[in-house]
């Protein structure tokens, strides 16, 4: 069974950092991309940055330039390096893998992490 594990939420102050971790394990073929995703109380969920199999990066506009996502492949893991935080970071963050469990596989079906708190304080 795929299985995505969150780490490195948790309380920091405004301007501080974070780093989050996302490790991905089970049967996993090939892995078309990993992202990360946040939802703050009483809004929808929202993308904050993905990366693909190509090593391209996409980001929410308001995280540009504070965020980054990088990628470990050889340990199926992700990472989110939140910089000068604000309070309106503060959210559940997911992370999100597409991939492949078998060759015969057609497509790339998506996976969720159970998710990680991050409260930015003032």
Same mark, same amino acid.
Do not use: H
């Given at each position: ?7 490195? &939420?948790?309380?920091? @102050? $405004?301007? =501080?950092?974070? +780093?989050?971790?996302? #490790? ?5 073929? %090939?892995? /078309?991309?990993? &992202?990360?995703?946040? @939802? $703050?109380? =009483?809004?929808? +969920?929202?993308?904050? #940055? ?5 090593? %391209?990066? /996409? ?12 990628r470990e492949n050889r ?37 969720w992490g159970k998710g ?7």
């Amino acid at each position: 069974q795929v299985q995505l594990v969150e780490s490195g &939420g948790g309380l920091v @102050q $405004a301007g =501080g950092s974070l +780093r989050l971790s996302c #490790a991905a394990s089970g049967r996993i073929f %090939s892995i /078309n991309g990993m &992202g990360w995703y946040r @939802q $703050a109380p =009483g809004k929808q +969920r929202e993308l904050v #940055a993905v990366i693909t199999s190509g090593d %391209s990066t /996409n980001y929410k506009d308001s995280v540009k330039g504070r965020f980054t996502i990088s990628r470990e492949n050889r340990k199926n893991t992700v990472y989110l390096q939140m910089n000068s935080l604000k309070p309106e970071d503060t959210a559940v963050y997911y992370c999100n893998m597409n991939a492949r469990t078998s060759l015969g596989s057609q497509s790339g079906m998506d996976y969720w992490g159970k998710g990680t708190l991050v409260t930015v304080s003032s």
